[in-house]
């Protein structure tokens, strides 16, 4: 997937991160979503920094992961994406430090492979599953390239099953 993913030419990425984003923000206006977890993109993830951006000019709490040893998670409120710092493996989290413990109404998250019952492969840490296995609320969703769902996917016990995927 990361082959496939990196192999994508500048204007098919541009076109499908469009896309994307303009998805993010109709299920945004459907739910009536206030409060957002998404994880800020690196490398060739789909790129939704002009959603985020969108979200913050609109006034909705969005909220970043700051990855920490032992799979967890701190989870800080983002003010402004010029506002940044660089974390481990290659992530990048809000530079504010204040962290969110309230609820969210939707969770956006990454992954290498999705499939159509809402399981999904990540990077094999674990952060996401350990974190939103701790979650009762809030519409969890993927998101993915096309190439990226495929019709099944292995599961294990400790997995968690988002509520849908969003490829395209």
Request: overall charge negative; some cysteine; proline content about 4%.
């Amino acid at each position: 997937m990361l082959a496939l993913r990196s192999a994508l030419s500048s204007l098919d990425k541009l076109r499908l991160d469009h896309s994307m984003c303009e998805k993010l923000r109709q299920i945004v206006e459907e739910t009536g979503a206030r409060i957002i977890h998404t994880y800020l993109p690196m490398g060739d993830e789909v790129d939704i920094f002009p959603f985020i951006r969108e979200m913050l000019e609109k006034g909705l709490t969005v909220v970043a992961p700051k990855s920490l040893k032992g799979r967890r998670m701190e989870n800080l409120v983002l003010h402004s994406l010029s506002e940044l710092e660089a974390g481990i493996y290659g992530t990048s989290h809000p530079a504010s430090g204040l962290v969110y413990e309230g609820g969210y109404d939707l969770f956006i998250v990454p992954g290498l492979a999705f499939d159509r019952h809402g399981n999904r492969i990540g990077y094999g840490a674990g952060y996401y599953d350990a974190f939103l296995g701790s979650q009762s609320g809030g519409q969890k969703l993927g998101i993915c390239y096309p190439f990226q769902l495929l019709d099944e996917l292995p599961a294990e016990a400790h997995d968690v099953r988002l509520d849908g995927v969003l490829w395209g």
